[in-house]
């Protein structure tokens, strides 16, 4: 039988961490706390919560339909304790008002007293990397799908085979941070008139002729930012990320936390910029005193972004790429 730390092979990063940035609120409001896990995969860090705080409710969200199957059946032995809901974890909202309306405890009560705290691990999973097919890693030839939620419509090769020159530049320089993204995106262009793209190994090829010998020795796998690139592209990380911040941090309890795990800059910058946002006091620099309904409404737990340690990073390599940044709402 699967150890609980190594179901699926995925051992949740920082997962001690995550029950101690949530203990303080999620102990204080006993049996009135939910935590949002907004990020579910194999449930391995809801797993711990529900264990940690055996008084709280978990609601966990993945928009990948085979995550939750997995989840779910993991996450059974605590009832109604643990809901699962199937969205974009920043459309949230209709989603647990329907759960509410369907009398499901945790939705009741985080609509009704706030969420006393919020995990997002960005990213996609370590089952979703595994699962070959599905196209998100580089190192198998498999088709260039790339979609978290299969019943979405833009593909890795959709991207490929249909963007102009520009938008593929575009997307291969913002998204991978990619050097050579207009070079690429040529090379692109050319094959594609040929034959349309279907299946990765290809592009990796593409990816091997059209990047320098010298920068392919320095930058890492020739593939890594094109693949991250694509995957940020078809799936809206961003976007969605952007919009989370602030759906999550509305519906926090006073007190609340809202925890944010990023494994690339993209991804940290946004989190950074809007938790600076909404720690700053709104009062005109310089007045002596703050003014009346300008002070901020959240503070910062964490202080610059925390890092994983050495030794977890030596246990677990995924770990080593993560920054975490954490808020309290006031
Ligand atoms: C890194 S894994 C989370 C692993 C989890 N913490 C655990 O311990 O098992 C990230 C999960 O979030 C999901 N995900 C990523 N972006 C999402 C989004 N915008 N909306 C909903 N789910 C998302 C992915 O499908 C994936 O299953």
């Known amino acids: 039988m699967a150890h609980p730390e190594t179901h699926h092979g995925h051992i949740p990063v920082m997962r001690n961490r995550m029950g101690d940035l949530l203990a303080k609120p999620i102990e204080a409001m006993g049996e009135r706390a939910v935590i949002l896990d907004g990020t579910l995969g194999a449930g391995g860090h809801s797993e711990y919560f529900l264990e940690r705080f055996p008084q709280a409710h978990v609601i966990g969200l993945d928009r990948d339909s085979r995550s939750l199957v997995d989840a779910r059946a993991r996450l059974a032995p605590f009832g109604d304790r643990f ?5 974009r974890f920043d459309q949230f909202e209709q989603p647990l008002a329907e759960a509410a309306a369907d009398e499901q405890p945790a939705a009741c009560l985080a609509l009704e007293h706030g969420f006393g705290g919020a995990l997002f691990d960005l990213g996609v999973s370590s089952m979703q990397l595994d699962e070959e097919e599905r196209g998100f890693a580089y190192r198998v030839d498999a088709p260039l799908d790339m979609r978290m939620d299969p019943a979405t419509s833009l593909t890795a090769a959709t991207v490929l085979n ?11 320089k913002v998204y991978g941070e990619e050097r050579f993204a207009g070079k690429i995106a040529s090379a692109v262009i050319r094959e594609r008139e040929k034959e349309p793209f279907d299946s990765s190994a290809r592009l990796v090829e593409l990816l091997y002729a059209t990047i320098p010998a010298a920068a392919r020795r320095s930058g890492g796998h020739p593939a890594k930012r094109t693949f991250q690139a694509l995957r940020i592209e078809v799936n809206k990380e961003l976007e969605s990320i952007e919009q989370a911040l602030p759906a999550v941090c509305n519906r926090l309890a006073s007190g609340g936390r809202a925890v944010f795990m990023s494994y690339q800059s993209l991804e940290d910058k946004l989190v950074k910029r809007f938790f600076k946002e909404i720690t700053t006091s709104s009062s005109p620099p310089g007045l002596p005193m703050e003014l009346p309904g300008h002070e901020a409404k959240f503070s910062l737990i964490t202080r610059g972004a925390e890092q994983a340690s050495e030794q977890e990073i030596q246990d677990n390599p995924r770990a080593a790429s993560v920054r975490v940044r954490a808020v309290e709402a006031r």
């Open 83 to 87: 809901l699962a809901l199937h969205c």
């Open 162 to 172: 249909t963007y102009s020159h520009g938008e593929l530049a575009r997307v291969l």
